[in-house]
């Protein structure tokens, strides 16, 4: 019999699909686009992420915990589903892919100026590779220790102490900044990623708590988000954080130690293992959907998978093209993470009805 | 498990691969420790390196370098034509900006030292009272290596808050806040060495004036709490019993107070209370008599408040916050009052009060 997830793997591994690439950027986007203590936008935000959750939730009651993949096709015929599932599929391979490329790009600028991105890129894939084509249960024990390899650089955040100052975080709240829808969708999608947790429920049983270990997991994200940024608030001015352009290494570069100076290259590092868990999830939702399409082994398909976003990631080379890219996927993933679970409510509500309908 | 073996040889070969891209060859490095940059007459700067030699055929200790140019980085691209090195600014420690470049602004300079991802926000900011290329071109020979005797020097004084110590972070930071205005310690050669000369303010990036070396700790007070200190009180002018006291350990804290008076005025009180402990004293009291050491205490207090009041009647003159009571008015007034307030024309007018109150804590082992 196939293991189930326990609650608390479940929790980790939403933490560690969501903090990502845009927790470097964090900080900036809140003084942007909130501008004095932007740090407590987290707090709606986080909510509304849980609202969302709380829709998939429902999802999961209403199917008893049947795949998603499965009640959609019940109901809807293939051929409008295919061109739907390849939508999907791809844009989810495709977040991966670039969230491992606006990875890479950053690492290049810092320590390898002149190397060849897509190098350190290809050798990133392959350690997706190995990592996607496990079992979901697999992947959420890597994560685990992944987890734990990261988890210790918030106790990095004491070095900051010093200079964290309460008068510079000024009594005004969400002052000196215009809020843009576009803005503010751009900060939420440092929560985007829950909606991966749509895949979990054929490897869930009642053990599992799903729904509570999502939000567990969308809890601990919150919480380090909102610490993380209330330092950087308390540390910058606000007016300062609207012109780096990743807050996060400039914290790590601050940190010295005597015998070293640029500490950010090493510390940086640390950061690929949410990124792999970020990227993994992305491609193994990709692959699972893929899957239903083209019932061909799982490594030819995670092979054909990931190669196809690697030719396709070879298109934005530069930071503020990927970004770009990655900010219109972001729109995707949005509309995707609340319309399925919506759309599945209907799809269900619907059967259900017609089956009372028929018992009649 | 054939296959994942081929793979994770790969992965390891690519990793290995990777290596031969980017090569930096310790030897043939160039860690570019100071810089320094002056503004000429017209209008272009020059710019000095200086690194540490690690080549044992070579008897100096550094190698300096030298040229004009419009920027940082265009220098250093001249500076390259110049050595067998490659230069890199990852080991950056100190930059020295000479009186000329610090007057017409540092900002436009600070740039490259920011948007380069390899310099540290750790990299101290110095002022030189004078010609910073002078400075640091000449070889102090009781002295490490200049550079790095100025970067001892100023880290040294920091700790003992004679003067602050200034950061890429500390620098941009406070330019960035609108209620303060930054600061940066200044040197000025001596003939035979180098000296703090006080504290550098600034109105924006732009040096206006400087605090003396024997006010530097008084201005500690003001600008925020900190532990570490010293200072020798002059009591002969003020008091009948007492001629000198040396004061160490000082630990000291600030406590601001806003107050919005009816007539529109603003009142800022600082009350500064200092722990200390008695190095040195010259005087008739005995310290362990309770009331003769508690008049000593309130004779320094006074000195030490009258001089802060100077302090302040100085700054309020030069009409620069350097200690940021911008900031305590800033959080005691609502957004949009505080954006109509032009701080730098209102700052002079603020009524500002300071006092000090010391408190011995120890003695030594005299009575």
Redesign the interface.
Known sequence: MQEKLSPFHVAILVYMIQSGIVMYRLPQMLAEHFG?NGWLAIIPMFLLASANILLIGAVYRLGNGVSILVILEQSIPRFILYPFYLIMSCVWAMIGCLISKHYVLIFQ????????PM??K??LD??I??LMTKSIYNISKATTVFFWMLMWMVLLLFFFYK?FHW??L???IF??STLTIDGFFNVYSAFAGYSLCLFLFPYSDKKTKLIKAVLAGNLITAIVYIYFCFIAFG???Y??LK?LQFPL??LL??I?LPFV??T?NLLYGFFMFSIIITAVMYFWSAKEISKRMFPISDRLLSAIILVAALGFSFIPDVISEVDQWLSYLGYAELALSLGLPLGLIVLLLIVRKRGAALNE | MSK?RV?IG??VL??F??GC??QRILERTGFIQSTSYDLLPNGRVKFSISLPKADPEIKVSREFLTTVALSGKEARIKLARETNLMLVS??LRTTLFGLSIARAGLWDHMDTLLRD??I???AKIVIVNGDAHELLQKNYKEYPRTGQYVDRLVEKEATGHTIPLTTL??F??D????GIEPVAPIVKDAGQNIVVDGVALFHGSSYVDKIKADDSLIFAFLRGNFKHGEISVDLTKDTKESKTAMLSSLASKRKVDVRHETNGRTTVNMQVSVKVSVMEYVGKFRLSNDAQRHTLEQQISEIMTNRAARLIKFLQEKKIDSIGAG??V??SM??RAWKKLNWYEEFPNVNLQCKVKVKIKDYGFLR
């Open positions: 004095t600028m810092v320590a390898f100026p002149t190397t060849n190098i350190f290809i050798a392959v350690l590779f190995l200079d008068s510079r000024t009594p005004f002052q000196g540390f910058y001015y007016e300062q012109t290494l400039n570069a601050y010295q100076q640029a950010e | 994942d793979t790969l992965l690519l990793i691969l990777a891209g980017d990852g080991q991802p390899t540290s926000e750790q972070y500390s941009t930071r330019y960035h806040d609108d900031i305590y800033r959080n609502s957004y």
